[in-house]
């Protein structure tokens, strides 16, 4: 076991120099496994909360000025997590690798509305998950590291609404990479990555049914980049995220250090 902390950052321009990112306080995060590292989302209020865990039995709330533990799971379950959400004042919602997927009261003991499993032949993939989708419908999806994605209604966990199958080329080499993120300005719009060197953006207004392929409309593939030998690897998309303000702009990070920030069109609406 390793002790580690959660380092808190002041990134306002208010001190100085005012290019320089400094560290205010640190969180204590007890007996964490190598190699896993802590999962961490903000509850935004007057009084910030950082909800953190390794795996749901390690999962607490803690007040980030007085650093008082305010809600914690109370299990002694194992499972291990691959993302958090803070939903609202009160909410959040968790994925495990196995596929687990649950929403959580925190003004109530631990009783999440869950999905246990993502369904038969989930064995040996490991998932994540997101909430949020503009529009009517499902807003929860859950992508798995085979590239099979299902979106969920978060008033009804029990059976996913619809299950397709992304043309990913290859199952994710790093499954903690995984990220599938919902677009903020669009209706019915997310994103996938971490399989290889791109980006896929995919409209799921007419998804239904189970075991469907789809295909993305639109492939970012600008981190791939080879030498004329093509004997490097290509690099892995690290990471993504939608811009705040721009709809169809798109952030993303690889293993070879590079950020692209990038557009991208609707082939159909662009005829």
Same mark, same amino acid.
Request: with cysteine; hydrophobic share 35%.
């Given at each position: 076991?390793?002790q580690?902390c959660?380092?808190?950052l002041?990134?306002?321009?208010s001190?100085?120099?005012?290019?320089?990112?400094?560290?205010?306080?640190?969180?204590?995060?007890?007996?964490?496994?190598e190699?896993?590292?802590?999962?961490?989302?903000i509850f935004? !209020?007057v009084? *910030?909360?950082?909800l953190?865990? @390794?795996?749901? &039995?390690? #999962?607490?709330?803690?007040?980030?000025? =007085?650093?008082?533990?305010m809600y914690?799971?109370?299990?002694?379950?194992?499972?291990?997590?691959s993302?958090?959400?803070?939903?609202?004042?009160?909410?959040?919602?968790?994925?495990?690798?196995?596929?687990?997927?649950?929403?959580?009261?925190?003004?109530?003991?631990?009783?999440?509305?869950?999905?246990?499993?993502?369904?038969?032949?989930?064995?040996?993939r490991?998932?994540?998950?997101?909430?949020?989708?503009?529009?009517?419908?499902?807003?929860i999806?859950?992508?798995?590291?085979?590239?099979?994605?299902?979106?969920?209604?978060?008033?009804?966990?029990?059976?996913?609404?619809?299950?397709?199958?992304?043309?990913?080329?290859?199952p !994710?080499p790093? *499954?903690?990479?995984?990220?599938? @993120?919902?677009? &903020?300005g #669009?209706d019915?719009?997310?994103?996938? =990555?971490?399989?290889d060197?791109?980006?896929?953006?995919?409209?799921v207004?007419?998804?239904?049914?189970?075991?469907?392929?789809?295909?993305?409309?639109?492939t970012?593939?600008?981190?791939?980049?080879?030498?004329?030998?093509?004997?490097?690897?290509?690099?892995?998309?690290?990471?993504?995220?939608?811009?705040?303000?721009?709809?169809?702009?798109?952030?993303?990070?690889?293993?070879?250090?590079?950020?692209?920030?990038w557009?991208?069109?609707?082939?159909?609406?662009s005829r």
């Amino acid at each position: 076991m390793l002790q580690t902390c959660l380092n808190i950052l002041d990134l306002s321009l208010s001190h100085f120099p005012p290019d320089v990112i400094r560290a205010v306080s640190t969180i204590d995060v007890h007996e964490c496994e190598e190699p896993l590292w802590p999962r961490v989302a903000i509850f935004p !209020s007057v009084a *910030p909360g950082v909800l953190h865990g @390794t795996r749901l &039995s390690s #999962l607490k709330v803690v007040d980030l000025h =007085s650093q008082k533990t305010m809600y914690t799971s109370g299990v002694s379950d194992d499972d291990v997590l691959s993302s958090l959400q803070v939903l609202d004042t009160d909410t959040f919602a968790f994925c495990c690798s196995s596929g687990r997927l649950g929403l959580v009261d925190t003004r109530q003991k631990w009783a999440p509305s869950e999905n246990l499993s993502p369904g038969p032949g989930s064995t040996g993939r490991q998932w994540c998950a997101e909430a949020g989708g503009r529009g009517p419908g499902p807003s929860i999806a859950r992508l798995g590291s085979d590239g099979q994605l299902c979106l969920l209604d978060p008033r009804d966990l029990c059976q996913p609404v619809s299950s397709v199958q992304c043309p990913v080329s290859m199952p !994710s080499p790093e *499954p903690e990479l995984l990220r599938v @993120t919902w677009a &903020s300005g #669009l209706d019915n719009c997310l994103a996938i =990555s971490g399989f290889d060197g791109t980006v896929q953006v995919y409209d799921v207004t007419s998804w239904a049914g189970v075991g469907r392929q789809v295909e993305p409309l639109f492939t970012h593939r600008g981190h791939i980049f080879l030498d004329d030998s093509g004997m490097d690897p290509a690099p892995l998309v690290t990471t993504h995220t939608w811009h705040p303000y721009k709809p169809r702009t798109v952030l993303s990070a690889a293993s070879d250090a590079s950020l692209h920030v990038w557009d991208w069109v609707d082939p159909c609406a662009s005829r």
